[in-house]
């Protein structure tokens, strides 16, 4: 049994490499628009192709995240194990990696638009709001 439940998962992690390694920019590139890989060997050798053109904060991010949400679900298991500790399966492991991340990515942002080191992140009416620049970005 356990054999078939390893495959699906092998599958579906080939599958899924691709988004997590930032490589979606890739296949909308007119080369690999003419024959996008569709099949799970095929999506794979793509990826071993291009890995020079991995996007570094995305592959890490991604990958941070799946260790967080394993560790999480292996330590949540292991802490209900003892008594008194029930409440303990209502904490969603996901709300707390998608907050992380995107509390991360917010400061990354404020620092990035502090130092003006870095145009990657957008300003929201919010954020600029605060900072007085609202008038600026009109």
Request: with cysteine; hydrophobic share 45%.
């Amino acid at each position: 049994m356990y054999d078939s439940l390893t495959w699906p998962s092998q599958i579906i992690f080939i599958e899924q490499l691709v988004p997590m390694l930032g490589m979606t920019a890739i296949l909308a590139h007119p080369e690999a628009k003419a024959d996008p890989p569709t099949l799970p060997i095929s999506k794979l050798l793509f990826v071993l192709r291009h890995l020079e053109h991995v996007n570094k904060t995305t592959a890490i991010l991604s990958f941070t995240s799946l260790a967080v949400l394993i560790a999480a679900r292996t330590s949540k298991q292991a802490i209900l194990r003892r008594p008194g500790t029930g409440w303990v399966r209502y904490v969603p492991e996901i709300l707390l990696v998608v907050a992380g991340t995107t509390g991360e990515t917010y400061l990354d942002c404020e620092k990035d638009l502090l130092t003006l080191s870095s145009p990657k992140c957008h300003i929201s009416m919010g954020s600029a709001r605060r900072r007085g620049a609202w008038q600026d970005q009109r």
